[in-house]
Each structure stands twice: as structure tokens, then as C-alpha cells.
T-cell receptor
Framework: QQPVQSPQAVILREGEDAVINCSSS?????VHWYRQKHGEAPVFLMI?????EQKGHDKISASFNEKKQQSSLYLTASQLSYSGTYFC????????????????FGRGTSLIVHP | EAQVTQNPRYLITVTGKKLTVTCSQN?????MSWYRQDPGLGLRQIYY???????DKGDVPEGYKVSRKEKRNFPLILESPSPNQTSLYFC?????????????FGDGTRLSIL
């Protein structure tokens, strides 16, 4: 079951903040966040495993709500280098055969940061 | 350098001509998977493998085959490619169960089926 990301696109100026949301109708085992620059491979940002968890580095952070059905990615004081498409990847417990967990990705959120 | 290597990076071919996209990782990862990426649809999982000789279908497996004879390699096979398989393909690997391990992606293979 593909997670739902919102918004589909965000346009901002350098220094502004953005929030990208990722939600599921079922409780999740984990949430992954990746960023993809045009024409390149997705690059791992972070994984959240526990309800209520928050983590981050530099000015990019994420949270996982208590019910483990929604995660948000926070980009603070955006830089030009933050431009790209952001994907969340989720696992639903027992979703795959044999108990394996391979992320199912959302459709992505395109972030454009202007000077 | 730890990496996932895909070949070829670009391929233009014709309908019905069998092709193989290779994927190799040098990190001794157990899990490997293939995704296709189409505009507006995100990354959709084709097949994945939990270990040697263990593979399973993802969300869009029709028209594709895979094999995992060695831990490091996970080729994607299109026996009779069709135009609707024109897409950008990514191979990924992770250390073990993907839930708490990051996915390492290859650089992608852009396939055009005419």
C-alpha cells in the first residue's frame, strides 16, 4: 500500500521553511526519507522506527507520530541544495511474504528553492 | 568504495528483444530489490530478494523476471520488452531487513522500448 505524500510540490525562497507529510491508513513498522536530485539516484536521509520519535541533522529533521501512521519531514531555513524530490518509504508489519520488509515509496514531493 | 552498480545506464531497444539489466553490490548486503520510476508515480517495487535463491514479487512484477544466484548480483530480465516498460529503473540493496536499514540505490538505468 503506497503511502500518501503531501503536498505534491513546494516552491520557496532561500531561508524559508517547508514541511512534507507522509501518511498511511495502517500503523507502520518504519518510515524512511530520501531525497532525489534530477537524474540521480535517491539518497537516504533518515529512518524513524518508534512512535513519537523525532530525529534530524543540520536543518533537516523528521517526526513519527504516536500512532505510527504519519511522518513529517521538516526543512528549516531552506538552502538551494535542498531542491529535489523527497520520497517517504514505509513498511507495514507483515506486509510482505516471509516477514521481509522492503520499503513501499510514496509518489514524491517536488521541492524547488529559489534564490 | 561501497556501491551498487547497474549496467547499462542507458538502453534503447525494440519491442520483443530480450534484455538484461545487471545489478551488483559490494557491501555483502542480504536484501536487494528493483524499482521502476515513472513521472508522477514515484518508485514502484518490481521484485525483491531476501537472500540467494530467495525472491518475491513486488507491486508491479508483470513482464519481468529476476534471479539471485550469487549474493552480490541481482539481474533484472525483460524476456519480451514492450513500450509500457519504458522507464527509469533502480536497483537497491540493504544490509538486512529493510525496515531499519537504509536502501542504497544504484545510479539508475533508463530504458526506452520502441
Amino acid at each position: 500500500q503506497q503511502p500518501v505524500q503531501s503536498p505534491q510540490a513546494v516552491i520557496l525562497r532561500e531561508g524559508e521553511d517547508a514541511v512534507i507529510n507522509c501518511s498511511s491508513s495502517k500503523a507502520l513498522y518504519s518510515v524512511h526519507w530520501y531525497r532525489q536530485k534530477h537524474g540521480e539516484a535517491p539518497v537516504f536521509l533518515m529512518i524513524l522506527l518508534k512512535g513519537g520519535e523525532q530525529k534530524g541533522h543540520d536543518k533537516i529533521s523528521a517526526s513519527f507520530n504516536e500512532k505510527k501512521q504519519q511522518s513529517s519531514l521538516y526543512l528549516t531555513a531552506s538552502q538551494l541544495s535542498y531542491s529535489g524530490t523527497y520520497f517517504c518509504g514505509t513498511e507495514i508489519p507483515g506486509h510482505a511474504s516471509g516477514g521481509s520488509y522492503i520499503p513501499t515509496f510514496g509518489r514524491g514531493t517536488s521541492l524547488i528553492v529559489h534564490p | 568504495e561501497a556501491q551498487v552498480t547497474q549496467n547499462p545506464r542507458y538502453l534503447i531497444t525494440v519491442t520483443g528483444k530480450k534484455l538484461t539489466v545487471t545489478c551488483s553490490q559490494n557491501m555483502n548486503h542480504e536484501y536487494m530489490s528493483w524499482y521502476r520510476q515513472d513521472p508522477g508515480l514515484g518508485l514502484r517495487q518490481i521484485y525483491y530478494s531476501m537472500n540467494v535463491e530467495v525472491t518475491d514479487k513486488g507491486d508491479v512484477p508483470e513482464g519481468y523476471k529476476v534471479s539471485r544466484k550469487e549474493k552480490r548480483n541481482f539481474p533484472l530480465i525483460l524476456e519480451s520488452p514492450s513500450p509500457n516498460q519504458t522507464s527509469l529503473y533502480f536497483c537497491a540493496s540493504s544490509l538486512d531487513r529493510g525496515g531499519n536499514q537504509p536502501q542504497h540505490f544504484g545510479d539508475g538505468t533508463r530504458l526506452s522500448i520502441l
